[in-house]
């Protein structure tokens, strides 16, 4: 690919690729920071509700107080850019129309505004990469179609697991394997009832926000992440929420794979993790019945097969999320995207939920995900966990039940909500084509 030499192209010429970052939280900020020591990239535009927190990363760059400009005017914006100057914003959406930004990446975490920044992007023809993979597990089968059909660019980023699993199941079968399963270390048994309030401590010594902890370890991110994954590859959930054993490194291919040759799943071609010591770790199982590729393997790496255990001991998250960055500006090509709804994550109550009473969202004390086969969830009427936050309970639902139409009403007023709508419709025609 020569990312390397590209960008030291575009360093020589004094035209580094100019990056816009949206949420400038713990991974928005170390996202700039990242960006900062590339040759060939560089920030200079941040958004945030929260402007004094773009200022300060900016300022911690050893970028001059003198040449940060704050507004929400975009003719003030454009101009200061010209300039060289840096742009400081609360409004997302301005981002989008920034004339020097040659891509943005969203990292705020919150749906709604993911949806709002990668839609108006897609349609503006600004490349957007995702480190908001809440987002796209909920419309990104929507979006990768918007942005194909409107000669856009739309991806999730590197770095996450689903980027690193995507690239680990490419790797596989261009070397002639079959993937029987593709899993990522989880560092804590799931706790079910984990709430902000729980965390509250443990995040302040991260310096982590004690909803996004709570989101951690009650299971959330892990079903949002492998979704994303499953809706890429087409690789399948064994059961609702995976099985998620603690296995360590050296039992994982006696046990990710399928019961006919004693291991665990009901399915040849799966997603799922283990709670064992491998975390950050990403693995994939893979599988030949090829007895050449077999004599070779065991000549390379002395294992007997036909399983094999292909395994990254990290993802670095935001630091890995520039080659997504420059992928995308100087190849046009996208890291991950939803290809189909294999997978869909389910909105689970993680309390006894009145009749009447509005739910928070990701994160909080009232619910949590938990990753189910698309077509069981639709089967089930279950409602998706990106359009739950804001919505009511039509009848008592008490804890650990799942929240389905049946149910539960969700707030119909959202963009993400009526894009998740449009998304069904999409699908749908999907299916009825697809039986002509």
């Given at each position: 690919?020569?990312?390397?030499?590209?960008?030291?192209?575009?360093?020589?010429?004094?035209?580094?690729?100019?990056?816009g970052?949206?949420?400038?939280?713990?991974?928005?900020?170390?996202?700039?920071?990242?960006?900062?020591?590339?040759?060939?990239?560089q920030?200079?535009?941040?958004?945030?509700?929260?402007?004094e927190?773009?200022?300060?990363?900016?300022?911690?760059?050893?970028?001059?107080?003198?040449?940060?400009?704050?507004?929400?005017?975009?003719?003030?914006?454009?101009?200061?850019?010209?300039?060289?100057?840096?742009?400081?914003?609360?409004?997302?959406?301005?981002?989008?129309?920034?004339?020097?930004?040659?891509?943005?990446?969203?990292?705020?975490?919150?749906?709604?505004?993911?949806?709002?920044?990668?839609?108006?992007?897609?349609?503006?023809?600004?490349?957007?990469?995702?480190?908001?993979?809440?987002?796209?597990?909920?419309?990104?089968?929507?979006?990768?179609?918007?942005?194909?059909?409107?000669?856009?660019?739309?991806?999730?980023?590197?770095?996450?697991?689903?980027?690193?699993?995507?690239?680990m199941?490419?790797?596989?079968?261009?070397?002639?394997?079959e993937?029987?399963?593709?899993?990522?270390?989880?560092?804590?048994?799931?706790?079910?009832?984990?709430?902000?309030?729980?965390?509250?401590?443990?995040?302040?010594?991260?310096?982590?926000?004690?909803?996004?902890?709570?989101?951690?370890?009650?299971?959330?991110?892990?079903?949002?992440?492998?979704?994303?994954?499953?809706?890429?590859?087409?690789?399948?959930?064994?059961?609702?929420?995976?099985?998620?054993?603690?296995?360590?490194?050296?039992?994982?291919?006696?046990?990710?794979?399928?019961?006919?040759?004693?291991?665990?799943?009901?399915?040849?071609?799966?997603?799922?993790?283990?709670?064992g010591?491998?975390?950050?770790?990403?693995?994939?199982?893979?599988?030949?019945?090829?007895?050449?590729?077999?004599?070779?393997?065991?000549?390379?790496?002395?294992?007997?097969?036909?399983?094999?255990?292909?395994?990254?001991?990290y993802?670095?998250?935001?630091?890995?999320?520039?080659?997504?960055?420059?992928?995308?500006?100087?190849?046009?090509?996208?890291?991950?995207?939803?290809?189909?709804?294999?997978?869909?994550?389910?909105?689970?109550?993680?309390?006894?939920?009145?009749?009447?009473?509005?739910?928070?969202?990701?994160?909080?004390?009232?619910?949590?995900?938990?990753?189910?086969?698309?077509?069981?969830?639709?089967?089930?009427?279950?409602?998706?966990l990106?359009?739950?936050?804001?919505?009511?309970?039509?009848?008592?639902?008490?804890?650990?039940?799942?929240?389905?139409?049946?149910?539960?009403?969700?707030?119909q007023?959202?963009?993400?909500?009526?894009?998740?709508?449009?998304?069904?419709?999409?699908?749908?025609?999907?299916?009825?084509?697809?039986?002509l």
């Open positions: 690919m020569e990312l390397i030499k590209k960008l030291e192209q575009r360093m020589a010429a004094n035209n580094p690729i100019a990056v970052i949206i949420g400038c939280g713990q991974m928005g900020s170390g996202l700039a920071h990242t960006l900062n020591n590339i040759k060939g990239m920030v200079r535009a941040i958004a945030d509700i929260k402007p927190l773009a200022i300060a990363t900016l300022l911690d760059m050893n970028v001059s107080k003198h040449d940060i400009v704050e507004t929400n005017n975009i003719s003030i914006a454009n101009d200061a850019l010209k300039k060289g100057k840096y742009i400081v914003t609360s409004d997302a959406l301005l981002m989008t129309d920034l004339e020097k930004i040659e891509a943005n990446v969203e990292v705020t975490g919150h749906i709604d505004t993911g949806a709002k920044v990668a839609l108006t992007s897609i349609e503006k023809h600004k490349p957007i990469i995702m480190l908001n993979v809440e987002t796209d597990v909920t419309i990104g089968y929507l979006l990768n179609r918007k942005a194909r059909a409107n000669n856009s660019l739309y991806t999730v980023a590197s770095g996450d697991e689903p980027g690193v699993c995507k690239m199941w490419e790797q596989a079968l261009l070397m002639g394997f993937v029987a399963c593709i899993g990522k270390g989880k560092n804590n048994v799931i706790d079910f009832d984990a709430t902000p309030e729980s965390c509250h401590e443990e995040a302040l010594s991260k310096d982590m926000n004690p909803k996004i902890l709570a989101s951690f370890k009650d299971g959330t991110k892990t079903m949002v992440e492998m979704a994303a994954v499953s809706n890429a590859t087409g690789l399948l959930p064994d059961v609702p929420g995976m099985h998620g054993p603690k296995v360590e490194l050296d039992e994982l291919i006696h046990v990710f794979k399928p019961k006919e040759d004693g291991g665990i799943f009901n399915l040849r071609g799966t997603v799922d993790f283990s709670t010591k491998i975390a950050p770790g990403i693995f994939l199982i893979a599988y030949t019945a090829d007895k050449r590729i077999r004599k070779d393997m065991k000549f390379i790496t002395h294992a007997e097969g036909p399983y094999y255990l292909l395994f990254r001991p993802h670095l998250c935001d630091l890995e999320t520039p080659q997504s960055i420059a992928e995308a500006v100087l190849l046009n090509e996208v890291t991950v995207t939803t290809e189909n709804m294999n997978a869909e994550v389910c909105t689970i109550a993680k309390r006894n939920i009145k009749a009447g009473e509005r739910v928070k969202g990701i994160g909080s004390a009232d619910i949590f995900g938990k990753i189910y086969n698309y077509k069981e969830a639709r089967q089930l009427n279950a409602i998706p990106g359009i739950a936050e804001n919505g009511t309970a039509l009848v008592d639902i008490p804890k650990g039940t799942l929240i389905t139409g049946h149910n539960f009403s969700p707030d007023s959202t963009l993400i909500y009526k894009l998740r709508q449009e998304q069904n419709a999409l699908l749908h025609q999907s299916v009825k084509t697809q039986a």
